[in-house]
């Protein structure tokens, strides 16, 4: 079985400072992760992913997110953040055995104040 | 540009009505995906395809149909529309990573209904 957990349904940060995004997975095979975002009244747009690879993802618009197995997290990072990033974000799970079947996490809402 | 493009965008219908909502890819994906979204809740699955002719059902129970008569083409279909039908629809496709067998998704626009 399979399902993720976003541990904030809502994150509110200051431009200009980091953002922090948490996820926790759970995954009976090697699991393969994906962060979407979603600005308002719009689709999901792919982020990031991770496919056992390297440990370290790095994205578009400067996100990045770690894999590590050991806490079974996948939380998503950004330095800097811009007024640009507020919009929903979705941690999501699958393996290779889902025939390409998504489990979504519950969402993030990400603010930036100005 | 290869995309996947929803149509209407927007949808406002009386009770009773029949729609059908569009969705096109042209990244020749032989799976598509038909996911419900609340405001402010996560995607729940509602239909999928693993190529022509092929539909099934998804996790979340809905009254919709779909079909796949083409690749690219993936429309859904309510036959008599309610209220509890509002919602966002989001169309996905995907196709497997040929290292590791794992598929990435990408979404349309998405479709707003609202009935009235």
């Known amino acids: 079985a399979q399902s993720v957990t976003q541990l904030d349904s809502h994150v509110s940060v200051s431009e200009g400072t980091p953002v922090l995004l948490r996820c926790n997975y759970s995954?009976?095979?090697?699991?393969?992760l994906f962060w979407y975002v979603q600005h308002p009244n719009k689709g999901l747009q792919l982020l990031l992913k991770y496919t056992s690879a390297a440990t370290l993802v790095k994205g578009i618009n400067g996100f990045e997110a770690e894999f590590k197995k050991s806490e079974t997290s996948f939380h998503l990072t950004k330095p800097s953040a811009h007024m640009s990033d507020a919009a929903e974000y979705f941690c999501v799970v699958t393996s290779y055995n889902q025939g390409g079947k998504l489990i979504f996490g519950q969402g993030t809402e990400l603010s930036v104040k100005p | 540009e290869a995309d996947i493009y929803q149509t209407p965008r927007y949808l406002v219908i009386g009770t009773g009505k029949k729609i059908t909502l569009e969705c096109s890819q042209t990244?020749?994906?032989?799976?598509m995906y038909w996911y419900q979204q609340d405001p402010g809740m996560e995607l729940h699955l509602i239909h999928y395809s693993y190529g022509v002719n092929s539909t099934e059902k998804g996790d979340l129970s809905s009254e919709s149909t779909v079909s796949r008569i083409r690749t690219e083409h993936f429309p859904l279909t309510l036959e008599s529309a309610r209220p509890s039908h509002t919602s966002q629809y989001l169309c996905a496709s995907s196709e497997s990573e040929p290292i590791d067998g794992t598929d990435t998704q990408y979404f349309g626009p998405g479709t707003r209904l609202t009935v009235l």
């Open positions: 995954s009976s095979y090697s699991p393969s």
């Open positions: 990244m020749g994906h032989d799976k």
